[in-house]
């Protein structure tokens, strides 16, 4: 199988970050007077970028919540997220060896629906920012996942660093949730599917 490059999720996939986000979320919704259940989070909204979460999560609870509201919650889960990250490493167990050995073989990319600025935090700490060609965090497209917005958005960014068009379909995305693997898909990228939490993926895989 001959490979052009790969893109990552960010979140689940190299980074063990869910918890936190989830974490992050339920304490910023507590203080709206909101509950959020972990099983929740990870059946029904992991992939989503932090707009899309509280807004979905926020209609699925029949509240009405205009873009301003919004933007504060996004402000404030991310101070939190910042707060429980505690300046310490939330890599996988191997994930930065992975990452090196990686780049010296193919561009590589991040695709994600978390903020650039809590994805470079975080590479910059493992001093991995320079394996990656392309960074597309959530601010960097008009749609998030499960649209195909972020994984296209990386594939313009890895054309230009390479000098010329690379072809989706010679790229492999990672991703750990249906939402992104839908996203990849859309895109025109084959898929990794990495299985830890949410039963979901399974209809994924098989499909």
Known sequence: ????GDRFDFDGVIANSEPLHYR???DVLAEAGVTFAEPEYYARYLGYDDVGVFRTLMGDRGLTCPAGRIAELV?????RLEQLEGNVSILFPG?????RRAATAVP??????????????TLDREHLTSCFAAIVAAEDTPAGKPAP???LRALNLLSEAAG???AAAECVAVEDSPWGLQSARAAGFRTVAVA???THLHSMLTS
């Open 149 to 151: 917005d972020p994984y």
């Open 164 to 166: 010329g068009p690379v």
């Open 1 to 4: 199988m001959n490979v052009a």
């Open 196 to 198: 830890k939490r949410t």
């Open 95 to 99: 994930a930065d060896v992975a990452i």
């Open 75 to 79: 402000s404030r889960k991310a101070a």
């Open 108 to 121: 590589l990319a991040i695709a994600s629906g978390a903020l650039g600025a809590e994805i470079r935090r």
């Open 24 to 26: 992050a979320f339920r």
